[in-house]
């Protein structure tokens, strides 16, 4: 089979002028409702990605008493509770397949004196939570877990969160190797 060639020609040009709008980013998203959930007041986040994993962590929030309104695609507002002001929820946080939001949640919420449930689905559950618990049990948080430290997790959170000094090579070094 013969194999055909085309020559490509370039030529100098002026630029390239023009907008882009670049798509928001999961890891920030997630990172940015939380921040605004823990102040006092309002905070406004533009180019929020509006994926399922991110509504899972705006859902848990709106459920611990934060506000949290959409404006427009990827605008939204959040009233936030400061910390230590989440409210004791009615109901288990199901964090869906997300999970981002389950391991920084489980963090937020250790800062208010609650107690709080969090599950997902059935890959979620399946999935170790050690590395976050480790740490925040240093600073006077307390879990209720099953023997593999796997969802479903009862979260009471610490009255007087202590400061540590935690290194997670450390840590994960010392949890994979027992």
């Known amino acids: 089979m013969d194999e055909v060639f085309e020559s490509v020609e370039s030529q100098h040009s002026s630029g390239l002028e023009g907008e882009l709008i670049v798509p928001g980013d999961k890891s920030i998203s997630h990172r940015a409702l939380i921040l605004g959930a823990l102040t006092v007041g309002e905070t406004i986040v533009r180019g929020l990605l509006e994926s399922e994993d991110v509504m899972c962590t705006a859902n848990a929030l709106e459920t611990l008493g934060a506000k949290i309104v959409r404006k427009g695609s990827g ?48 890959s979620l559950r399946k999935r170790p939570m050690d590395r ?27 009255e007087e969160p202590l400061p540590i000094s935690f290194m997670f090579l450390c840590c994960y070094h010392i949890l994979t190797n027992n």
């Open 75 to 122: 605008l939204w507002s959040i009233q936030g509770v400061g910390i230590g002001g989440f409210k004791q929820p009615d109901n288990v946080i199901d964090c869906g397949n997300s999970g981002t939001s389950v391991r920084l949640l489980m963090g937020a919420v250790s800062t208010s004196n609650i107690n709080v449930t969090f599950t997902g689905d059935s």
């Open 132 to 158: 976050v618990l480790l740490p925040l049990t240093e600073f006077g948080t307390s879990f209720s877990t099953n023997i593999d430290n796997k969802l479903p997790i009862h979260v009471s959170g610490s």
